[in-house]
């Protein structure tokens, strides 16, 4: 497929790798309502798209060049002779994002499973990336107004603000990794959304699905949350769960207490937000909460340094945004994975990218 063998050998191992993944995250999710179901199956579509992004073909049109160039191979390793008209990836890519998303997790179990991942300890984070196109100001979009100047502006982006990006007009992706100490840090959850979406939102849809085997939460002060706090760590019942949420608190319109003192507890509610912050401020609390800058925020990092994401995203659209980061973050998975088969037990996978 490509200059070398061992390209085309390495890509093929990661499509192997990869198709009963997204064939099992088709089947959790399949299609509803009317209407015959697609002749190209969306695990399909899943994977010709991973292909795409791992090749980092930026644009639609250069990634589906890139895929009828090459049909006959991929249609070999899908087991398939089947291939999309151009419309129809372009339709579809802007759907594929469901599917990722599932894949993600499952992924993510899979990883735990064959002990490239140990999600005892977990961070989680949220990031943002500019979107392409000139900046569309507060004044224009509540005018839903685009002057000549901003011709070319990406409607669907927002802007959102954080400590470490300042603020951006864009996108932002959210991803809680494994951080246990001494072992390779693997994204487990992830979404995609506009730079404004609240930290709060989305990742309170996430809770359900952490791993079993989790115990702690970290997560920075954007995540200071009450509800957030209390779903980690306690069942609907009243019963805890053995989960701890380590996040640093937002100051509060209340009087700071001189030390030394304690604050009674108001209520339920209080009185378990009292223990989280005790908690957080003992010795254990704090050496857990230190690795969350060791591992969630340089994983941020890295994965936009790997898929060229630090200047801007790839495409104009939420939904076109979210189906590339999601794909990248599941191929990023596949890498990780693939690496640790290599018998390399740590998460340094340019080399591989570099090699396809």
Known sequence: MGKRAKEGTCLASLVKMAVPLCQQAERE??????????????????????????????????????????????GQWLGTDKFPARSTYFDRYRRAHHLFRLAIRLQGEKAIAEGVADATD????????????????????????????????????????????????????????????????????????????????????????????????SADSGYDSNLLGERIEWTNDGKRTGRRFLCPENRRNTKEQPKGTSVPPRDESHRRRLQRRKHYRSRRGRATYRRRN???????????????????????????????????????????????????????????????
């Open 29 to 74: 999710c399949p299609r509803t309502g009317p209407g015959a179901k697609p002749t190209i199956p969306d695990w399909v579509m899943a994977v010709l798209i991973m292909v795409a992004v791992i090749k980092r073909k930026k644009t639609k049109s250069a990634q589906y060049r890139f895929l009828r160039e090459h049909r006959r191979e991929l």
């Open 122 to 217: 977990t961070a989680v984070d949220k990031s943002l990336l500019a979107a392409r196109g000139p900046l569309w100001h507060k004044s224009d979009r509540q005018k839903n107004r685009i002057p000549e100047k901003l011709r070319g502006v990406d409607r669907d982006s927002d802007w959102g603000c954080s400590q470490h990006d300042g603020w951006v007009q864009g996108y932002s992706f959210e991803v809680v990794v494994s951080s246990t100490k001494h072992t390779t840090v693997f994204p487990l959850l992830a979404s995609v959304g506009t730079a404004s979406a609240k930290e709060t939102k989305t990742f309170a849809e996430k809770i359900d699905a952490l791993p079993d085997q989790t115990q702690t939460v």
């Open 294 to 356: 060791l591992t969630v925020e340089p994983f941020n990092e890295w994965f936009k340094s790997l898929f060229e994401l630090s200047d801007h995203v790839w495409h104009r659209g939420l939904e076109n945004n979210q189906t590339q980061m999601l794909a990248a973050l599941f191929a990023y998975q596949l890498l990780v994975r693939f690496n640790h088969r290599r018998g390399n037990k740590n998460g340094q996978i340019r080399w591989i990218l570099d090699v396809l």
